[in-house]
């Protein structure tokens, strides 16, 4: 028995296991104790805890709310959504703004010609280089000045309106009308997915091509404009009344700044990890594309991008989660996202720091682990086969 | 996700070190200096000059008090907060005292677990407007937009304001100070609202000061004081007389030059600590309160000094006034 136990102790696979367990152990216990320590203070201190306070009246209004019912009467768990979905939404838009001007950036950095070269090379160097919060304030007051006053607006037919506000839309009224011709708008989408998918095969299987931007300019476009006029949906215009436009909806020039300043930042990066990710691929495929007859979008879109994104994905998923999690830079030009309401707003009236930045952590975590493991399995899709 | 809060938590616990600490007073004796929040800079209550002093009514504040518990009004370490971050300063102990123009509220009092010590300035929230839009009270502000600095009350009374008169309004909200003052510069609102003793202070530094008008109507009462934890009550005590002593000075007429003057006055020689046995309840030396006098001044001097009419900030007495001269500032009986 105690030879056993002691060739036990001698084995080194037991005593890995043995030191792991212990430090598994030790970490609990010190967050036990820490955390058992912060709620006796806590206690002892007088400062309320708990998350009741998120059944509370907010009382403070918010600036840039796009889908939900929000109000000073709301709770602050309402308030917490707000922001949750303002974050989101600043986040898409820069994602989305800042793939398209890096993907262009980048292949422009490896153009040809001088001209373009450098001038993406000077757009990297620039922008790459100034601290974001800088660029965002330098964003937020230049549109500040540049953009006219609202009696001034800058007026499109009348119905769209752009001053140093925000951008004045108008809003559908919803109704029957308007899920009318939103149901017709995405049976426009569905039917063109068929087709393209159907030319496809088609030219997969015969070689033949068929061009389907007619089809999608008459499915997507053309159709929904048709059920409106047909259906009769109602728009409410956005109009000058006393001191701002009331009515329709509005994007405010907090939010244009932060997404543009998010979007050109983290663009350079992705820029960058396009172009190395291009600069991998073997010159050999670029001429043997050639060779086949492709031209060189062809050649650029068909051979050398798919194998380039196999070694930009991984850079590119760590700029989106920074573009997200520097979308709480957010507070310093007033776009009401989750810092500045929560953990803002929220914090101070009811003071219970502790709940209020641990909920807002774990939004981030949730957002950062979610874009990571979507691109992740998006990285898998685009891997090697068989390798 | 329970695990995941847990560890947050445990993680803001270490980095913000939280701590009960119930002996104040022997804290700050022991330190040497006390450990003040005052704000980032608002003129006339809490500003730093070029080389770094800082002046104002709630630094008075902070001086009184290190007179009184150290004999130095000099002995005052600044910590400027902004207001986002002044009550978790407090809470965690990186501070003593709070005392940067902060509303006294039921629910700060009754669920941050501090408590206000007493009320150093009666303000109330009003209104800056651009001189152009004609505007001559709040009443014609509907539909308009308003910058706003977050944290504060002033988001909740504006949104009291509007609801109960059945009027819409639009709230740009920043992060300091000088960023709302920038945004309503800039053309972003119609409208600035903050506490009236702010108002002044900041439409004297705008680049052109004319082109804005402060509005008569005050929306809110904003008692401002200075702050303390809960669970140390010496300390409250000292903080809270340190503030009466400078206005029960101002009731009988005793002045930073006067102080010294043989007086036959028994109020008087109470604040000289001549008589009487104040100082031994809250555990400080005799001439505690002859230093606050002598070093910082009475509440008239400090006001007159700061943001009285003789200041760029030339705010009245108004109800910050004696109860004997029509005000309501009142200390109770200093005996």
Known sequence: MFIKLKSLLYNNEVRAIAFQVLAVVFIAYFVYQAFDNMMLNIEQSGIRSGFGFLNDEAGFA?????????????????????????????????????????????????????????????????FRNIPILLQILFWYSTALSVLPSTR?????????????????????????????????????????????????????????????????????????IMAYFVFGAQLEYPALKGFNFQGGTDLSIEFFSLAFALSVYTATYIAEAIRSGIDSVDKGQKEAAAALGLRQGQAMRLVVLPQALRVAIPPIINQYLNLTKNSSLATAVGYSELVTIFSGTVLNVVGQAIEVIALTMLVYLTISLFISLVLNIFNKKMEIKGK | ????????????????GF?????????????????????????????????????????????????????????????????????????????????????????????????????????????????????????????????????????????????????????????????????????????????????????????????????GDVISKEPLGPVVRQGDDNWFNIVKWSLNAMIEAEELGVTSATIDRTSTSPGVQRLQGKTGKLNEHLGLNKDWARNIVSQVGNYGESFERNIGMSTPIALPRGVNQLWIKGGILYSPAFR
Not at chain 2, 129 to 143: E, F, H, P, T
């Open chain 1, 152 to 224: 001034n607006s800058m007026n499109f037919l009348d119905s769209v309106f752009l001053n140093s506000r925000g951008l004045f839309l108008p809003k559908f009224i919803i109704g029957t009308e308007f899920y009318l011709v939103l149901a017709s708008f995405i049976i426009g989408i569905v039917a063109y997915v068929f087709i393209k998918k159907r030319s496809t095969k088609k030219h997969d299987d015969t070689g033949i091509a068929t061009n389907t931007i007619p089809h999608f300019l008459g499915l997507v476009v053309l159709l929904p």
């Open chain 2, 19 to 215: 701590s009960v600490n119930a002996d104040t007073l022997s804290d700050v004796k022991s330190q040497g200096s006390l450990s003040c929040g005052v704000s980032t800079g608002t003129p006339g209550f809490s500003n730093p000059d070029s080389s770094g002093n800082w002046s104002g009514m709630d630094v008075d504040v902070c001086r009184a008090i290190a007179a009184a518990t150290l004999g130095d009004a000099r002995k005052v370490k600044y910590v400027p907060l902004s207001a986002k971050e002044r009550f978790i300063a407090l809470q965690s102990g990186e501070i003593d005292v709070l005392s940067r123009n902060t509303t006294w509220t039921a629910t700060r009092d009754n669920s941050l677990g501090l408590n206000f010590a007493g009320v150093n300035y009666y303000d109330g929230q009003g209104f800056m407007v651009k001189k152009s839009l004609d505007v001559n009270s709040v009443k014609d502000l509907d539909g308009a937009s308003f910058c706003i600095q977050a944290g504060t009350t002033t988001e909740l009374n504006l949104a009291d304001y509007f609801r109960s008169n059945n009027m819409k309004f639009k709230a740009v909200t920043y992060d300091t100070s000088p960023q709302t003052k920038g945004g309503f510069e800039a053309g972003r609102c119609d409208a600035l609202t903050s506490d009236v003793s702010q108002l002044a202070g900041l439409r004297s530094t705008l680049k052109d000061p004319s082109s804005a008008v402060v509005l």
């Open chain 2, 1 to 16: 996700m329970n695990k995941l809060l847990k560890l947050s938590a445990a993680s803001l616990l270490v980095f913000t």
């Open chain 1, 62 to 126: 918010v600036n840039d709310n796009f889908f939900l019912t929000y109000s000073p009467t709301s709770t602050n768990l309402q308030a917490f959504y707000v922001g949750i979905v303002n974050t989101l939404i600043v986040a898409i838009t820069g994602i989305f703004f800042a793939s398209v001007i890096g993907l262009v950036i980048g292949i422009a950095r490896l153009s040809s010609n001088y001209l373009i070269r450098k001038m993406a090379t000077v757009y990297i160097e620039i």
